[in-house]
């Protein structure tokens, strides 16, 4: 094992929350006091110190006064580990103390009020919380690898594993289960996140102005190097790479239009790195905070590239037939969808029913105005295609069948009772003209859409509907 120079001593603090003993004051429980002692012979350890605080809270008082439980008193052990250890050691060593001083705590009288939490702290930097139900053999994996961490340069590292209750295994709380590790300089982070992979621990890397966060992943050691570089390109203030969107988003001391900024979305963009199939996304703020986005390798997902959307019917697709003409207005009969609402957003679409006596085309996205009781069209709406890469295609409507169009929008609140849209004038082809829907009939909220200004909706073209 390499040595462990910055590492000079760890201290493992087990605190156990214990209801309804009654030991004299500032005495620990005979039960903790014992494990202590056993842990104070384990190989390795260097010290353990044993305090009770009581609590300053009030007794919970009982319908007419009377005292219905004991205030609770915290005990905590402090176990100091020799700083000489290898991460191995240190983790079963910490292990065996947790199994001794858990196993203490459950024997203290009125075990049904007794709560274990223990946290492992010091050397230069770790801390290693837990839950009540943490397994010991959790607890030593994370010390042995927060050991292994601040050998390959972190500076820090920290552990919650009790983090939303369970054993504290990847299983039970991956989120918890991540390592938050920061470093005095970005340079440190390849060899961080290549000694996480070979521990296969999920981490968080930080250092002044550089945040990779992998979000309960081992992390993508390419993905580190890019972050890297692009936080020592110049006027780089600040780093971030999000690894469950694969997104590096870098902010700027450049101007707008400057030449400095456009270098570094060059420089992004020429990388070689991201894929159609594997896509990175970048976002660079100017020193106004002004967005530009874009694609890591100009690589756009396969999912951008140009295409149709899928009829919205399980029957078979209607035929094409090159000779027929164009949809005009008064070919197509209009109506609104139904509305669905989920996890904050709207669902719906306007449909086009060909009723000329036969068939017509159709190949566009229907205009959409938004409006108000009063007839006014709602500010600043903002219409954007329905998915990327979406385009209009040709869609052959027999004479009786009909097409739809999918609207997207995000949830807006209608406290204060601001101005719905009531109305929605609907363009179904060019040079046709608008055709007004109530937007407060037929699956449609009463009170009208929550389409307010400001709202951003997004459009899909025609296609077959069912």
Request: charged share 20%.
């Amino acid at each position: 094992m390499p040595p462990l120079p910055r590492v000079l001593a760890l201290a493992a603090v087990s605190v156990l929350v214990l209801a309804g003993c009654t030991p004299s004051a500032d005495e620990p429980p005979a039960e903790v006091t014992s494990a202590a002692d056993a842990v104070r012979d384990l190989p390795g350890v260097d010290d353990v110190a044993v305090t009770r605080t009581v609590s300053e809270g009030e007794p919970v008082q009982g319908n007419f006064g009377q005292r219905t439980e004991q205030a609770p008193s915290t005990v905590s052990v402090e176990v100091a580990l020799a700083g000489t250890l290898d991460p191995r050691a240190a983790g079963e060593a910490a292990g065996e103390a947790h199994r001794l001083l858990a196993n203490g705590a459950s024997r203290v009288d009125d075990q049904e009020n007794v709560t274990v939490a223990s946290s492992f702290v010091g050397g230069p930097g770790l801390s290693v919380s837990t839950g009540p139900e943490t397994a010991s053999e959790v607890v030593s994996a994370a010390v042995a690898d927060g050991f292994a961490l601040l050998a390959a340069g972190a500076s820090t590292v920290g552990l919650s594993l009790g983090l939303g209750g369970g054993d504290g295994s990847w299983e039970e709380s991956p989120i918890a289960s991540t390592a938050h590790v920061t470093a005095a300089s970005p340079e440190d982070f390849v060899g961080l996140a290549r000694t996480a992979v070979e521990l296969e621990r999920s981490v968080d890397l930080e250092a002044p102005g550089v945040r990779y966060q992998g979000a309960t992943r081992m992390p993508d050691v390419g993905a580190v190097r890019l972050l890297v570089a692009a936080a020592a390109r110049p006027g780089v203030v600040d780093a971030t790479y999000l690894s469950p969107e694969q997104r590096i988003t870098l902010q700027t001391d450049a101007e707008a239009d400057s030449q400095s900024l456009a270098d570094l979305r060059r420089w992004l963009e020429t990388q070689d790195y991201g894929t159609a199939d594997d896509p990175v996304g970048y976002t660079v703020l100017d020193a106004s905070y002004a967005e530009t986005t874009g694609w890591v390798s100009g690589a756009e997902p396969a999912s951008h590239a140009p295409h149709t959307l899928d009829p919205f019917t399980d029957a078979g697709v209607w035929p094409e037939d090159p000779t027929a003409p164009d949809c005009a207005g008064p070919d197509l009969e209009v109506t609104f969808g139904v509305v669905d609402s989920a996890a904050g957003t709207r669902d719906g679409s306007v449909r086009a029913t060909n009723v000329s006596g036969g068939s017509c085309a159709v190949e566009n996205v229907p205009g959409l105005v938004f409006e108000n009781e009063a007839g006014q069209p709602q500010q600043d709406v903002t219409i954007e295609p329905y998915e990327p890469g979406v385009v209009p295609g040709r869609v052959v409507v027999p004479d009786g069948g009909t097409v739809l169009a999918p609207l997207l929008w995000r949830a807006m609140s209608t406290a204060n009772d601001p101005d719905t849209t009531t109305t929605v004038q609907v363009t179904a082809v060019p040079g046709a003209d608008p055709v007004p829907l109530d937007a407060t009939t037929d699956g449609t909220p009463a009170t009208g859409l929550d389409v307010l200004d400001g709202a951003e909706v997004r459009i899909g073209p025609w296609t077959q509907g069912d």
